[in-house]
């Protein structure tokens, strides 16, 4: 649900005291208020909650426990979902949360539930907290008792809250903003406050965490053979971010770097926990950890070793805290990029003088949103409610609702610093529902080195999956600039990866598809060595002695290691085979999709699908080979040697990489060109023919 929308101008609130009923000797915040409300203002009150604790809950496995989490809903859509205690009647959660109310006369609902993998999970009780009894600008301790509403007499635990509700101080601000622009002149009246400067600060990151996961030590053992598959959970507030799995081990060395958005001044909580990875059953709890972020100071790398709660070992990360990066939202007026005294700044910022000058910061990305045409009605009164996300890696940014349209216009700028310039720029339009998630209704994305600046271009909307067309068009105008030393140094580094995401399920269809892209790769590969074995057979003599003079014996024989650990011998019942063979088929079609990729890659190089990176495997092939003609390759061989054998001493917490691999990460698939192929727009939507329509 977008919740954001016009903003008004409501009166100083009224302090009063607030109606209580007493239960079990606690406060529960269950009766009428007293406090006066203004009504209708969206987005005008911050609700900040506590989960402490839960007590006495009801048992729901077979082993007398439960694996309780939290939801909260509001207006019928879930607002929050907190982490799974495992094994535990009595858990304790301290989860903080931040909750934008529209409503205050609109009870929040707490439902409890017990996680079980593979099906349903049970539901263990609910409560409602009613937030127009809250006291304002005051904290307050609850206690919740869970009910069934089928079993109303069953006593089913209870829940324990601190919660606080407070106006939200950027609505002071945007008022007393409106009522200056309208002191200056009556024609900013009319001005579209759609996009409030509440929207703006509720999406625009005030700084970004960047997290470096080290190793873990000693950690606690889950599998029968003494050891785990260990792997770690990242977690601010929505954003999520899952580490690669170690298999065998007990201290891990991952080295993962990656980055959150910090949206809070003072700070957060970075909840980490740590899991151990069983094929075919629930992942074995590890322990926990919390980094509080108020208590590192910024533009400084802080070295932690963090201690797991409920488990066993410790955690060792780096974090650095570091100034937001230049995103900004605003209206068409507002552009930088018209501004000739901001245009040659940004183009001085960029140059080539200042290559080495602020290595992550590689380019400038404007996306102008205009409109869009023609979408699909998703409601039942044949209109859509749309919006528009606009996304580059994990960066995210929003527009406003147009309601009740199926061709809204926008006509919003967005800006955002450019990290690496093989990043891929999606833009999804939604249709917003307040009763529950938003709607897809098309998509796009677009490579940035495949822009054309300057142009305003309408872009067909595809479905999810980007390989087919959907109903819409939508216009954009972007404009790309970036320094071209920095964009091909950043290629020859790790791809900065995406939050967590969906986990790949298997898909018959899917799975087929992956299985002839890898035989495709085969006959490749099959084809080339009869073309070796006919130069040992001298059908063709030039090209037999070519080879001969040329060919080296660079193979080398690497001995797998086998392990032959023993298994358990317990039986496994019909779910747990089902799961372990449904994980097999998922793991063979991901390696299936993983190496077809490869070849597909190494192909599109040569075919100058991007002929930005073929340009720049020439280029590095080039200064390769002037090397070598001035420098003997014995001493760039002990050269890179020394490089590669002192690397750790210099950096020990350099994150590992292959440049070689990084380079080709950076190539498409079949499957991404395919996904990235702009399809060919009906000419009744080309501005043209509007313009034709419309002489006026």
């Not at 707490?110 to 593979?118: A, T």
């Not at 945007?174 to 400067?197: A, E, G, H, I, N």
């Not at 590969?525 to 070519?546: E, G, Q, T």
């Amino acid at each position: 649900m977008n919740t954001y929308g016009s903003i008004g101008v409501y009166s100083p609130l009224r302090k009063c005291m607030k109606k209580t009923v007493l239960l079990r000797g606690k406060t529960s915040l269950v009766g009428p208020s007293n406090v006066d409300f203004p009504s209708g203002d969206p987005g005008m009150y911050q609700l900040d909650i506590t989960l402490r604790r839960g007590q006495n809950l009801a048992a729901r496995d077979r082993g007398g426990t439960s694996d309780p989490y939290v939801k909260f809903k509001l207006g019928g859509k879930e607002v929050f979902r907190s982490k799974t205690i495992h094994k535990n009647l009595n858990p304790v959660w301290e989860e903080k949360t931040c909750i934008l109310i529209e409503n205050p006369r609109e009870p929040l609902y707490i439902k409890v539930f017990d996680y079980d993998f593979g099906l349903q999970d049970d539901f263990i009780g609910s409560a409602f907290l009613n937030l127009a009894s809250l006291e304002l600008n005051r904290q307050t301790d609850v206690t919740l008792s869970l009910k069934d509403p089928h079993y109303p007499d069953h006593d089913l635990g209870n829940i324990l809250l601190s919660v606080l509700l407070a106006p939200r101080e950027e609505q002071r601000e945007v008022t007393m903003l409106m009522r200056k622009s309208w002191k200056r002149s009556s024609k900013f009246q009319t001005q579209s406050l759609r996009l409030s400067d509440l929207h703006r600060k509720s999406q625009l990151w005030r700084g970004i965490v960047s997290i470096t996961l080290i190793e873990g030590r000693e950690l606690k053992a889950m599998d029968a053979n003494g050891l785990s598959d260990p792997y770690v959970k990242f977690r601010l507030g929505h954003q999520k971010y899952k580490s690669k799995i170690m298999p065998k081990t007990l201290n891990p060395q991952w080295r993962e770097q990656f980055d959150f958005h910090l949206y809070e001044e003072r700070g957060g909580i970075i909840d980490i926990t740590v899991w151990d990875k069983d094929a075919g059953k629930k992942d074995d709890f590890i322990g926990r950890c919390q980094v509080d972020l108020s208590t590192l100071s910024k533009e400084q790398t802080h070295k932690l070793e963090m201690l797991l709660e409920e488990g066993e070992g410790c955690l060792v990360l780096l974090v650095t805290l570091t100034a937001s990066a230049a995103v900004t939202i605003s209206d068409l007026s507002v552009n930088s990029l018209e501004d000739p005294k901001e245009r040659e700044e940004i183009l001085k910022r960029y140059s080539l003088m200042r290559m080495f000058h602020n290595m992550k910061d590689v380019g400038f990305l404007q996306v102008k949103v205009i409109r869009a045409e023609a979408l699909m009605a998703a409601d039942v009164t044949g209109k859509s409610d749309p919006f528009c996300v606009v996304e580059l890696n994990n960066d995210r940014l929003l527009t406003h609702t147009v309601y009740k349209n199926l061709n809204p216009e926008w006509n919003k700028i967005f800006t955002f610093n450019i990290k690496d310039i093989h990043s891929v720029l999606e833009v999804t339009v939604y249709d917003e529902d307040r009763d529950r998630s938003a709607d897809f209704l098309g998509k796009v994305a677009i490579p940035l080195l495949s822009i054309q600046n300057g142009e305003q271009k309408a872009y067909v909307l595809k479905n999810k999956q980007l390989t087919g067309p959907t109903k819409g068009v939508i216009y954009l105008e972007i404009d790309v600039i970036f320094n071209a030393v920095k964009a091909s140094i950043r290629t020859l580094m790790p791809k900065e990866q995406k939050y967590i995401e969906e986990e790949n399920r298997l898909s018959k269809q899917l799975l087929l598809r992956n299985f002839i892209r890898m035989k495709r790769c085969v006959m490749v590969l099959i084809n080339a060595a009869y073309y070796v074995n006919s130069c040992f057979d001298w059908d063709s003599p030039p090209r037999s002695l070519a080879a001969f003079l040329v060919v080296e014996d660079m193979l080398e024989d690497e001995e797998e290691e086998d392990d032959r650990d023993d298994k358990d011998s317990e039986k496994k019942g019909f779910m747990d085979k089902l799961y372990a063979i449904q994980e097999v088929c998922v793991s063979v079609q991901n390696i299936l999709d993983e190496v077809a990729s490869f070849g597909e890659r190494i192909k599109n190089t040569f075919n100058w699908t991007v002929p930005f990176l073929s340009w720049l495997a020439i280029v590095a092939l080039c200064v390769f080979t002037v090397i070598l003609y001035f420098i003997p390759l014995r001493y760039i061989v002990l050269v890179w040697g020394i490089n590669k054998f002192t690397k750790k001493l210099r950096s020990p917490y350099a994150i590992d990489n292959n440049e070689l691999l990084d380079f080709l990460s950076r190539v498409p698939s079949d499957v991404q060109v395919v996904q990235y192929h702009e399809l060919k727009q009906d000419p009744s939507h080309s501005p043209s023919k509007r313009k034709k329509n419309n002489p006026g």
